[in-house]
Protein backbone atom coordinates (compact mmCIF):
# COMPACT_ATOMS: atom_id res chain seq x y z
CA UNK A 1 0.00 0.00 0.00
CA UNK A 2 0.99 3.90 -1.26
CA UNK A 3 2.48 5.88 1.90
CA UNK A 4 0.24 8.60 1.98
CA UNK A 5 1.65 12.06 2.29
CA UNK A 6 -0.44 14.62 2.42
CA UNK A 7 1.38 17.98 2.79
CA UNK A 8 -0.75 19.77 5.21
CA UNK A 9 0.31 21.30 8.57
CA UNK A 10 -0.01 18.18 10.81
CA UNK A 11 1.75 16.07 8.08
CA UNK A 12 4.66 18.46 7.68
CA UNK A 13 5.07 18.16 11.70
CA UNK A 14 4.64 14.64 11.24
CA UNK A 15 7.41 14.13 8.28
CA UNK A 16 9.83 16.38 10.59
CA UNK A 17 9.37 14.20 13.97
CA UNK A 18 10.21 10.78 11.77
CA UNK A 19 13.24 12.05 10.56
CA UNK A 20 14.57 13.28 13.69
CA UNK A 21 13.83 9.93 14.91
CA UNK A 22 15.74 8.45 12.72
CA UNK A 23 18.73 9.92 13.87
CA UNK A 24 18.35 10.58 17.76
CA UNK A 25 20.91 7.62 18.36
CA UNK A 26 23.40 9.41 15.74
CA UNK A 27 23.17 12.37 17.81
CA UNK A 28 23.16 10.99 21.48
CA UNK A 29 26.44 9.39 20.31
CA UNK A 30 27.72 12.57 18.99
CA UNK A 31 30.59 14.49 20.90
CA UNK A 32 29.16 17.87 20.12
CA UNK A 33 28.66 20.33 23.42
CA UNK A 34 25.93 22.57 21.77
CA UNK A 35 23.57 23.89 23.94
CA UNK A 36 20.73 22.98 22.47
CA UNK A 37 21.71 18.65 21.99
CA UNK A 38 20.24 18.15 25.34
CA UNK A 39 18.38 19.11 28.06
CA UNK A 40 14.90 20.41 28.57
CA UNK A 41 13.34 23.41 25.82
CA UNK A 42 15.35 26.61 26.74
CA UNK A 43 12.98 29.65 28.51
CA UNK A 44 12.32 32.69 25.67
CA UNK A 45 15.60 35.09 26.17
CA UNK A 46 17.98 31.63 26.49
CA UNK A 47 15.80 30.68 23.12
CA UNK A 48 17.05 34.14 21.83
CA UNK A 49 20.28 34.24 22.58
CA UNK A 50 20.62 30.61 21.12
CA UNK A 51 18.43 31.81 17.60
CA UNK A 52 21.07 34.90 17.65
CA UNK A 53 24.24 32.02 17.93
CA UNK A 54 22.86 30.11 15.70
CA UNK A 55 22.36 33.03 12.71
CA UNK A 56 26.26 34.42 13.66
CA UNK A 57 28.18 30.77 12.90
CA UNK A 58 25.80 30.19 9.58
CA UNK A 59 26.76 33.42 8.47
CA UNK A 60 30.54 34.30 9.59
CA UNK A 61 31.77 30.49 10.88
CA UNK A 62 33.54 27.80 8.73
CA UNK A 63 32.25 24.98 7.42
CA UNK A 64 31.90 22.94 10.59
CA UNK A 65 29.87 25.18 12.21
CA UNK A 66 27.89 26.12 9.54
CA UNK A 67 26.53 22.45 9.54
CA UNK A 68 26.59 22.56 13.71
CA UNK A 69 24.44 25.25 13.20
CA UNK A 70 22.20 23.79 10.71
CA UNK A 71 21.32 20.56 12.98
CA UNK A 72 20.86 23.37 16.06
CA UNK A 73 18.20 24.71 14.13
CA UNK A 74 16.51 21.69 13.99
CA UNK A 75 17.33 20.49 17.37
CA UNK A 76 15.90 24.23 18.60
CA UNK A 77 12.40 23.50 16.98
CA UNK A 78 11.87 19.81 17.98
CA UNK A 79 12.28 21.08 21.70
CA UNK A 80 9.72 23.60 21.43
CA UNK A 81 7.31 22.29 23.44
CA UNK A 82 4.42 23.21 21.23
CA UNK A 83 3.02 24.37 17.81
CA UNK A 84 2.65 27.67 19.09
CA UNK A 85 6.75 28.05 20.37
CA UNK A 86 7.83 25.89 16.94
CA UNK A 87 6.46 28.73 14.86
CA UNK A 88 7.34 31.36 16.81
CA UNK A 89 11.45 29.85 16.53
CA UNK A 90 10.51 29.07 12.83
CA UNK A 91 9.36 33.01 13.08
CA UNK A 92 12.56 34.12 14.88
CA UNK A 93 15.02 31.86 12.86
CA UNK A 94 13.96 33.54 9.91
CA UNK A 95 13.98 37.38 11.29
CA UNK A 96 17.48 36.57 12.50
CA UNK A 97 18.51 36.07 8.74
CA UNK A 98 19.26 32.17 8.56
CA UNK A 99 17.66 31.52 5.37
CA UNK A 100 20.01 33.01 3.02
CA UNK A 101 23.38 31.23 4.00
CA UNK A 102 21.13 28.33 3.83
CA UNK A 103 20.30 28.20 0.93
CA UNK A 104 23.99 29.20 -0.22
CA UNK A 105 25.03 25.67 1.49
CA UNK A 106 22.56 24.20 -0.73
CA UNK A 107 25.29 25.05 -3.86
CA UNK A 108 27.65 22.41 -5.31
CA UNK A 109 30.65 23.66 -3.70
CA UNK A 110 29.40 22.76 -0.29
CA UNK A 111 30.15 18.69 0.40
CA UNK A 112 27.13 16.52 0.37
CA UNK A 113 26.99 16.28 4.21
CA UNK A 114 26.53 20.44 4.73
CA UNK A 115 23.70 20.66 1.71
CA UNK A 116 21.84 17.37 3.28
CA UNK A 117 21.86 19.72 7.01
CA UNK A 118 20.73 22.84 4.99
CA UNK A 119 17.88 21.24 3.34
CA UNK A 120 16.43 19.34 6.52
CA UNK A 121 16.80 22.44 8.54
CA UNK A 122 15.07 24.61 5.62
CA UNK A 123 12.29 21.93 5.82
CA UNK A 124 11.63 22.70 9.31
CA UNK A 125 11.73 26.11 9.38
CA UNK A 126 8.95 26.05 6.13
CA UNK A 127 7.04 23.37 7.89
CA UNK A 128 3.52 25.12 8.97
CA UNK A 129 5.34 28.50 7.82
CA UNK A 130 3.93 30.03 4.60
CA UNK A 131 5.91 33.16 4.74
CA UNK A 132 9.06 31.21 5.10
CA UNK A 133 8.26 29.57 2.29
CA UNK A 134 7.74 32.45 0.05
CA UNK A 135 11.02 33.71 1.74
CA UNK A 136 13.12 30.10 0.89
CA UNK A 137 12.45 30.82 -2.51
CA UNK A 138 12.67 34.37 -3.04
CA UNK A 139 16.29 33.75 -1.61
CA UNK A 140 17.19 31.45 -4.46
CA UNK A 141 16.67 27.62 -3.84
CA UNK A 142 14.94 26.71 -7.12
CA UNK A 143 18.01 26.24 -8.90
CA UNK A 144 20.16 24.51 -6.37
CA UNK A 145 16.79 22.17 -5.98
CA UNK A 146 16.77 21.28 -8.84
CA UNK A 147 20.83 20.53 -9.67
CA UNK A 148 19.55 18.02 -5.77
CA UNK A 149 16.52 16.99 -8.02
CA UNK A 150 18.85 15.35 -10.08
CA UNK A 151 21.73 14.05 -7.77
CA UNK A 152 23.41 10.77 -8.34
CA UNK A 153 22.67 10.78 -4.16
CA UNK A 154 18.60 8.89 -4.00
CA UNK A 155 18.67 10.21 -0.43
CA UNK A 156 19.41 13.94 -1.38
CA UNK A 157 16.58 13.64 -4.13
CA UNK A 158 13.93 12.40 -1.95
CA UNK A 159 14.91 15.42 0.31
CA UNK A 160 14.93 17.84 -2.79
CA UNK A 161 11.35 16.54 -3.49
CA UNK A 162 9.89 16.55 -0.49
CA UNK A 163 11.62 20.02 0.43
CA UNK A 164 9.95 21.01 -3.19
CA UNK A 165 6.28 19.83 -2.23
CA UNK A 166 6.59 21.99 1.18
CA UNK A 167 7.43 24.96 -1.00
CA UNK A 168 4.67 24.10 -3.76
CA UNK A 169 1.79 24.54 -1.03
CA UNK A 170 2.48 28.47 -1.06
CA UNK A 171 0.48 29.97 -3.51
CA UNK A 172 3.09 32.65 -4.26
CA UNK A 173 5.77 30.24 -5.19
CA UNK A 174 3.40 28.06 -8.05
CA UNK A 175 3.92 30.19 -10.98
CA UNK A 176 8.23 30.39 -10.09
CA UNK A 177 8.23 26.78 -9.65
CA UNK A 178 6.02 25.97 -12.71
CA UNK A 179 8.21 27.85 -14.72
CA UNK A 180 11.05 26.15 -13.86
CA UNK A 181 12.50 22.48 -14.65
CA UNK A 182 11.11 21.27 -11.54
CA UNK A 183 7.89 19.70 -13.23
CA UNK A 184 9.76 17.36 -15.60
CA UNK A 185 12.43 16.51 -12.83
CA UNK A 186 9.09 15.50 -10.84
CA UNK A 187 8.23 13.50 -13.61
CA UNK A 188 11.01 11.62 -13.75
CA UNK A 189 10.92 10.84 -10.33
CA UNK A 190 7.66 9.88 -10.97
CA UNK A 191 8.74 7.55 -12.97
CA UNK A 192 12.01 6.07 -10.92
CA UNK A 193 11.94 7.24 -7.19
CA UNK A 194 11.11 5.71 -4.29
CA UNK A 195 7.15 4.76 -3.48
CA UNK A 196 7.64 8.10 -1.29
CA UNK A 197 9.44 10.06 -3.41
CA UNK A 198 6.86 9.57 -6.12
CA UNK A 199 4.11 10.55 -3.69
CA UNK A 200 5.44 13.41 -3.13
CA UNK A 201 6.30 13.76 -6.98
CA UNK A 202 2.64 13.68 -7.61
CA UNK A 203 1.45 15.88 -4.72
CA UNK A 204 3.86 18.45 -6.11
CA UNK A 205 2.50 18.20 -9.52
CA UNK A 206 -0.93 18.61 -8.13
CA UNK A 207 -0.24 22.09 -6.30
CA UNK A 208 1.59 23.60 -9.10
CA UNK A 209 -1.40 22.10 -11.92
CA UNK A 210 -4.08 23.48 -9.42
CA UNK A 211 -2.09 27.12 -9.36
CA UNK A 212 -4.72 30.47 -10.38
CA UNK A 213 -1.47 32.07 -11.75
CA UNK A 214 0.79 32.07 -15.29
CA UNK A 215 2.07 29.68 -16.52
CA UNK A 216 0.06 26.65 -16.38
CA UNK A 217 1.42 23.43 -16.44
CA UNK A 218 2.75 20.99 -19.40
CA UNK A 219 2.84 17.98 -18.58
CA UNK A 220 4.53 14.72 -20.89
CA UNK A 221 1.80 12.36 -20.66
CA UNK A 222 3.54 9.40 -22.06
CA UNK A 223 5.85 9.57 -19.25
CA UNK A 224 3.48 10.45 -16.37
CA UNK A 225 0.45 9.05 -17.09
CA UNK A 226 1.87 4.95 -16.52
CA UNK A 227 3.31 5.87 -12.61
CA UNK A 228 0.14 7.75 -12.27
CA UNK A 229 -2.07 5.28 -12.93
CA UNK A 230 0.44 2.48 -11.06
CA UNK A 231 -0.15 4.72 -8.04
CA UNK A 232 -3.54 5.22 -8.70
CA UNK A 233 -4.00 1.22 -8.52
CA UNK A 234 -2.18 0.76 -5.16
CA UNK A 235 -3.97 3.51 -3.19
CA UNK A 236 -7.20 3.66 -1.51
CA UNK A 237 -9.60 5.12 -3.87
CA UNK A 238 -11.41 7.16 -1.40
CA UNK A 239 -8.44 8.71 -0.06
CA UNK A 240 -6.52 12.45 -0.59
CA UNK A 241 -3.66 10.87 -2.64
CA UNK A 242 -6.38 9.60 -4.95
CA UNK A 243 -8.26 12.80 -5.27
CA UNK A 244 -4.66 14.56 -5.85
CA UNK A 245 -4.09 11.31 -8.92
CA UNK A 246 -7.15 11.54 -10.71
CA UNK A 247 -7.38 15.31 -10.54
CA UNK A 248 -4.08 15.13 -12.65
CA UNK A 249 -5.24 12.02 -15.12
CA UNK A 250 -8.29 14.39 -15.42
CA UNK A 251 -6.12 17.42 -16.93
CA UNK A 252 -4.29 14.34 -18.80
CA UNK A 253 -7.17 13.12 -20.87
CA UNK A 254 -7.88 16.79 -22.27
CA UNK A 255 -5.09 15.91 -24.87
CA UNK A 256 -5.34 12.90 -27.21
CA UNK A 257 -1.91 11.94 -26.08
CA UNK A 258 -3.22 11.80 -22.69
CA UNK A 259 -6.06 9.40 -23.32
CA UNK A 260 -3.84 7.36 -25.86
CA UNK A 261 -1.68 7.06 -23.07
CA UNK A 262 -4.54 6.02 -20.43
CA UNK A 263 -5.84 3.63 -22.73
CA UNK A 264 -2.49 1.96 -23.37
CA UNK A 265 -1.74 1.25 -20.00
CA UNK A 266 -2.77 -2.22 -18.43
CA UNK A 267 -5.56 -1.59 -15.95
CA UNK A 268 -5.75 2.37 -16.85
CA UNK A 269 -9.40 2.61 -17.61
CA UNK A 270 -10.48 0.20 -15.08
CA UNK A 271 -8.40 2.14 -12.20
CA UNK A 272 -10.89 4.94 -13.06
CA UNK A 273 -13.80 2.80 -12.88
CA UNK A 274 -13.09 1.47 -9.97
CA UNK A 275 -12.52 4.79 -8.26
CA UNK A 276 -15.85 5.86 -9.75
CA UNK A 277 -17.23 2.84 -7.94
CA UNK A 278 -15.01 3.22 -4.55
CA UNK A 279 -13.74 6.97 -4.54
CA UNK A 280 -14.21 9.86 -1.66
CA UNK A 281 -16.91 12.30 -4.12
CA UNK A 282 -13.63 14.52 -5.22
CA UNK A 283 -11.95 11.20 -6.63
CA UNK A 284 -15.43 9.89 -8.09
CA UNK A 285 -15.87 13.41 -10.36
CA UNK A 286 -12.01 13.71 -11.50
CA UNK A 287 -12.30 9.71 -12.47
CA UNK A 288 -15.75 10.09 -14.33
CA UNK A 289 -14.37 13.32 -15.62
CA UNK A 290 -11.27 11.75 -17.03
CA UNK A 291 -13.81 8.73 -19.06
CA UNK A 292 -16.16 11.44 -20.37
CA UNK A 293 -13.41 12.75 -21.81
CA UNK A 294 -12.20 9.99 -23.53
CA UNK A 295 -15.63 9.05 -24.60
CA UNK A 296 -16.30 12.55 -25.76
CA UNK A 297 -13.19 12.76 -28.01
CA UNK A 298 -14.32 9.53 -29.47
CA UNK A 299 -17.07 7.41 -28.64
CA UNK A 300 -16.34 5.05 -31.66
CA UNK A 301 -12.97 4.17 -30.36
CA UNK A 302 -13.18 4.71 -26.41
CA UNK A 303 -16.90 3.22 -25.67
CA UNK A 304 -16.29 -0.74 -26.20
CA UNK A 305 -13.23 -0.53 -23.75
CA UNK A 306 -15.23 1.77 -20.77
CA UNK A 307 -18.28 -0.71 -21.44
CA UNK A 308 -15.66 -4.02 -20.87
CA UNK A 309 -14.50 -2.34 -17.72
CA UNK A 310 -17.94 -2.67 -16.16
CA UNK A 311 -18.78 0.94 -15.78
CA UNK A 312 -22.53 0.94 -15.57
CA UNK A 313 -22.76 0.15 -11.84
CA UNK A 314 -20.43 3.03 -10.81
CA UNK A 315 -22.00 5.47 -13.03
CA UNK A 316 -25.70 4.41 -11.93
CA UNK A 317 -24.79 4.89 -8.77
CA UNK A 318 -23.22 8.56 -9.26
CA UNK A 319 -26.02 9.67 -10.86
CA UNK A 320 -28.25 8.78 -7.74
CA UNK A 321 -25.56 9.63 -5.05
CA UNK A 322 -22.89 11.97 -6.39
CA UNK A 323 -22.15 16.08 -6.08
CA UNK A 324 -24.80 18.35 -8.94
CA UNK A 325 -21.54 18.26 -11.04
CA UNK A 326 -20.74 14.52 -10.79
CA UNK A 327 -24.06 13.52 -11.49
CA UNK A 328 -24.23 15.93 -14.59
CA UNK A 329 -21.10 14.05 -16.01
CA UNK A 330 -22.25 10.35 -15.43
CA UNK A 331 -25.52 10.88 -17.06
CA UNK A 332 -23.68 12.36 -20.15
CA UNK A 333 -21.22 9.15 -20.19
CA UNK A 334 -23.75 7.35 -19.76
CA UNK A 335 -26.02 8.71 -22.67
CA UNK A 336 -22.65 7.64 -24.80
CA UNK A 337 -22.37 4.70 -23.63
CA UNK A 338 -25.99 3.35 -24.59
CA UNK A 339 -26.40 5.57 -27.40
CA UNK A 340 -24.92 2.69 -30.29
CA UNK A 341 -27.70 1.62 -32.39
CA UNK A 342 -25.41 -0.08 -35.07
CA UNK A 343 -23.65 -1.77 -32.11
CA UNK A 344 -26.03 -2.03 -29.71
CA UNK A 345 -23.73 -2.74 -26.92
CA UNK A 346 -26.50 -2.04 -24.04
CA UNK A 347 -30.01 -3.16 -25.14
CA UNK A 348 -33.08 -1.61 -22.86
CA UNK A 349 -33.58 -5.25 -20.87
CA UNK A 350 -30.49 -5.38 -19.96
CA UNK A 351 -30.12 -1.45 -19.17
CA UNK A 352 -33.60 -2.04 -16.95
CA UNK A 353 -31.71 -5.00 -15.23
CA UNK A 354 -28.72 -3.22 -14.17
CA UNK A 355 -31.11 -0.52 -13.10
CA UNK A 356 -32.51 -3.04 -10.75
CA UNK A 357 -30.35 -4.63 -9.55
CA UNK A 358 -28.73 -1.15 -8.50
CA UNK A 359 -32.15 -0.40 -6.79
CA UNK A 360 -32.37 -3.09 -5.13
CA UNK A 361 -29.01 -2.83 -3.24
CA UNK A 362 -30.14 0.51 -2.01
CA UNK A 363 -33.03 0.51 -0.80
CA UNK A 364 -33.95 -4.07 -0.77
CA UNK A 365 -36.04 -5.71 -3.52
CA UNK A 366 -39.49 -4.22 -1.51
CA UNK A 367 -38.87 -1.01 -2.80
CA UNK A 368 -36.38 -1.61 -6.04
CA UNK A 369 -39.00 -1.33 -8.62
CA UNK A 370 -40.04 2.20 -7.86
CA UNK A 371 -36.32 3.71 -7.04
CA UNK A 372 -35.24 1.74 -10.80
CA UNK A 373 -38.60 3.83 -12.19
CA UNK A 374 -37.49 6.82 -10.29
CA UNK A 375 -33.98 6.57 -12.29
CA UNK A 376 -35.20 5.53 -15.06
CA UNK A 377 -37.28 8.62 -15.35
CA UNK A 378 -34.33 10.44 -14.76
CA UNK A 379 -32.15 9.03 -17.11
CA UNK A 380 -35.11 9.53 -19.78
CA UNK A 381 -35.82 13.36 -18.99
CA UNK A 382 -31.97 13.74 -19.24
CA UNK A 383 -31.79 12.05 -22.36
CA UNK A 384 -35.18 14.16 -23.66
CA UNK A 385 -33.40 17.41 -22.60
CA UNK A 386 -30.20 16.80 -24.57
CA UNK A 387 -31.88 15.70 -27.88
CA UNK A 388 -34.19 19.09 -27.43
CA UNK A 389 -31.21 21.05 -26.90
CA UNK A 390 -29.16 19.57 -30.06
CA UNK A 391 -32.31 19.99 -32.02
CA UNK A 392 -32.89 23.65 -31.13
CA UNK A 393 -28.39 24.27 -32.13
CA UNK A 394 -29.76 22.45 -35.06
CA UNK A 395 -32.59 24.58 -35.88
CA UNK A 396 -31.25 28.03 -35.10
CA UNK A 397 -28.98 28.57 -38.10
CA UNK A 398 -31.90 27.88 -40.18
CA UNK A 399 -33.93 29.95 -38.30
CA UNK A 400 -31.47 32.70 -38.71
CA UNK A 401 -31.58 32.32 -42.56
CA UNK A 402 -35.21 32.73 -42.79
CA UNK A 403 -35.39 36.13 -41.12
Request: proline residues 4%.
Amino acid sequence: MVLEREMNEDDEEAMLKNQAEEEEEEEEDSSSTSSTSKGTPPSPWCRKMMVDDVARRLNHGDLRAKIEAARDIRRLVRKSSNPNSKSAVRCHFAAAGVIEPLVSMLHSPFPLAARETALLALLNLAARNQRNKIRIVTAGSIPPLMELLKHQNSHLRELAAATILSLSSAESNKSTLASSCAPNLLSQILCSGSVQARVDAVTSLYNLSSSEHEPKLVLDAKAVVPPLISLLKECKKYSKFAEKTTFLLEILSGSEQGRGAITNVDGGILALVETVEDGSSISMFHAVGALLSLCQSSRDKYRELILREGAIPGLLRLTAEGTSSARDKARTLLDLLRDSPKEKVLTSSELERIVYDFAAQIDGTDKAVETAKRLLQDMVQKSVELNTSRTKSRASPRTAAIV
